[in-house]
Nanobody, 124 residues
Framework: VQLQASGGGLVQAGGSLRLACAAS????????MGWYRQAPGKQREVVAT???????TYEGSVRGRFLISRDTAKNTVTLQMVNLRPEDTAVYYC???????????????????WGQGTQVTVSS
């Protein structure tokens, strides 16, 4: 499964950005999808996740400012970010859990995939 992310950039504090991620490749379906971020000198952290059924979770500092959504039919996930803060500056990665069935009757195989990362920079 390949994930292609887009939409990062430079924005002033208080501004907005929309990240998008599209999945391609061979899989039966995508289960959980999400966005993670990694700031310089820090570990990668989860930002928001969404299940196939649409249930969402958010990291505390972004709750109320970020909105994750997905189009299950198109295998895409987006992250709408508003009221951005300098501390939101990081490389953002999309993530997906995929399910593949190698042949009819076989047990499903689950895998995880990461996008290439897109830089979000928020200036004060």
């Amino acid at each position: 499964v390949q994930l292609q992310a887009s939409g990062g950039g430079l924005v002033q504090a208080g501004g907005s950005l929309r990240l998008a991620c599209a999945a391609s490749g061979r899989f039966e379906r995508l289960n959980d999808m999400g966005w993670y971020r990694q700031a310089p000198g820090k570990q990668r952290e989860v930002v928001a996740t969404i299940t196939r059924g649409g249930a969402t979770t958010y990291e505390g500092s972004v709750r109320g400012r970020f909105l994750i959504s997905r189009d299950t039919a198109k295998n895409t996930v987006t992250l709408q970010m508003v009221n951005l803060r300098p501390e939101d500056t990081a490389v953002y990665y999309c993530h997906a859990v995929s399910m593949t069935i190698e042949r009819p009757g076989a047990q499903p195989v689950f895998g995880t995939s990461w996008g290439q990362g897109t830089q979000v920079t928020v200036s004060s």
